[in-house]
């Protein structure tokens, strides 16, 4: 009886989140649809760049392929 009433406050807690996402998903592309002109470019065009890491002087950053494939290789990938 226990284990009943655990799976279906499991289901009803994953659709109560699952809920919850699709409803920022949506409010965050109304957001997005609404912004000016000029601020959506800026903000479009910040979400493709990652961190700047500089590597000079530095030996813990990778700045090739060659560089991930011998790291990957290294962990038995």
Do not use: C, H, W, Y
Not at 27 to 45: G, H, S, T
């Amino acid at each position: 009886m226990a284990q009943d009433f655990q799976d279906l406050t499991g289901q009803v807690i994953k659709k109560v989140i699952d809920m919850a996402q699709n409803l920022e998903t949506q409010l965050v592309q109304v957001l997005i649809e609404v912004a000016p002109p000029d601020v959506r470019k800026e903000k479009q065009a910040g979400l493709l760049n990652g961190p700047v890491v500089s590597s000079e002087g530095r030996d813990d950053v990778v700045t090739s392929q060659g560089q991930v494939d011998d790291l990957l290789e290294s962990l038995g990938f």
